[in-house]
Nanobody, 127 residues
Framework: QVQLVESGGGLVQTGGSLRLSCAAS????????MGWFRQAPGKEREFVAA????????TYADSVKGRFTISRDNAKNTVYLQMNSLKPEDTAVYYC????????????????????WGQGTQVTVSS
């Protein structure tokens, strides 16, 4: 079992920045990859970024590449999502997720491969 708790969401103007955090507990943090997903009203949940257990591999959705950075601190059992140059279309509920089936430095962009999810944190970007 893994418990995930997100924080750091809020309201920001276009061009602003936010840093989301996701604190994990339960199973050993270094045994699984982590991902961030988001879901806007009326839309499906979509992939944002993911990071391997070691932090050695990261992957991003094209829509956030160059603006968002995913990182993890294994000593703190926490994964982060630094979001810069925010746009109104980034408005969504952001979820972190754990992929317990990941191996080596593999990371997945598919939400179906993630086993545990946090409760989400709202990010609103005003124009």
């Amino acid at each position: 079992q893994v418990q995930l708790v997100e924080s750091g969401g809020g309201l920001v103007q276009t061009g602003g920045s936010l840093r989301l955090s996701c604190a994990a507990s339960g199973r050993t943090f270094t045994s699984y990859a982590m991902g961030w997903f988001r879901q806007a009203p009326g839309k499906e949940r979509e992939f944002v970024a993911a990071i391997s257990w070691s932090g050695g591999t990261t992957t991003y959705a094209d829509s956030v590449k160059g603006r968002f950075t995913i990182s993890r601190d294994n000593a703190k059992n926490t994964v982060y999502l630094q979001m810069n140059s925010l746009k109104p279309e980034d408005t969504a509920v952001y979820y972190c997720a754990a992929d317990l089936q990941s191996y080596s430095d593999y990371v997945s962009q598919s939400r179906y491969e993630y086993d545990y999810w946090g409760q989400g944190t709202q990010v609103t970007v005003s124009s």
